[in-house]
Each structure stands twice: as C-alpha cells, then as structure tokens.
C-alpha cells in the first residue's frame, strides 16, 4: 500500500471525521508500519497531533479503522507535522532496505521491516529498523523524497541484550 492510499482510507472512515470535528486543529505527524515478511502480515498506523494528545490510527486488515489516544511524552524530540508527499513510498522500503544490505555487503534475507515516517531536522524521514536472518538488526534512515541513506549502522540481537544487561 502507498502512503496516499493509506491517508485516504484513514481520513475517509468515520472514525476520522468524528474525531476531526471534535480535533480540527489535529495535523498528521508520523506514520508507523510493521511489514513483515515471514508471515506475510502488515501493520499501517497513522499519528495525528493535538497541542497535547496523540491519535494513532490503524487501519485493520478487514479495512477497519481503529483509534486510539495517547499523552503526548516529554521528551527531546518535539513531534513536528511531516509531510505526506513521499517519493520513497512504503512498499518501495523492502527494496531501498536490500539495495542498501548488497551495497554494505550484507547477505542476510530481511525478515521484518518497522518502519516509522517522522520529521528530524527538516525533512520527512524514513526511520528504519531491519530485523534479518541471523539476528541481525540493520538501523537506517531514509530520505522520504530521494531515498539518500542517512544513516546506516548494523547490529545484533545479543548486541542490544548485552547493552540491556549493562543498564541494569
């Protein structure tokens, strides 16, 4: 699915035009999917922020929206709206992420993509986290308009558990 189609579904539900009446201020600020590829199964959210709540809607494999309200979390990162013309779209990501693996020398099958569409410095970014065979965890960031690799680090199950263990 292209992010267009997916804001169209979401914003043409009913859940999203009753919240929009209550919310009409509210700006879409990031998107969240899960695409997994072993079971093949899908996972499509969008963000959309008040002056301090969070909506998250999902949109069900049966087409059903569902909604759901958070607090906005104090923290560093102020949640800024994105915008919602991407070139790199999000089934364009399983490709952009095995371009980047051949390109780094990495032989690995990828086994699950989370992939959150966010603001960071400006720019509409993919945040990409590659789960592949062998536990390995590829971190990347995208540029949504050109698909320029950002940033690129690898990594390894054990190395984020062994950090876990440190912080305790």
């Not at 960031?141 to 320029?148: F, V």
């Amino acid at each position: 699915m292209n992010l267009s189609t997916l804001i169209t579904k979401i914003e043409n539900s009913a859940e999203f035009s009753k919240f929009k009446k209550e919310n009409t201020k509210a700006e879409l600020c990031a998107g969240f999917f899960i695409l997994d590829f072993k079971p093949k199964h899908e996972t499509y959210s969008l963000d959309y922020k008040t002056e301090d709540k969070l909506f998250s809607f999902n949109l069900e494999e049966n087409g059903q929206v569902n909604i759901k309200e958070e607090e906005i979390m104090e923290g560093k990162d102020k949640l800024e709206p994105i915008n919602a013309r991407v070139e790199i779209n999000i089934e364009d990501l399983k490709e952009l992420c095995e371009e980047e693996f051949l390109n780094n020398k990495i032989g690995k099958k990828i086994e699950k993509i989370i992939a959150i569409l966010q603001k960071k410095e400006d720019k509409t970014i993919w945040n990409l986290t590659c789960m592949a065979e062998g536990f390995s965890i590829i971190l990347m960031n995208a540029d949504s308009l050109t698909g320029e690799i950002l940033k690129f680090e690898k990594k390894s199950l054990f190395d984020i558990v062994a950090i876990k263990k440190k912080e305790k």
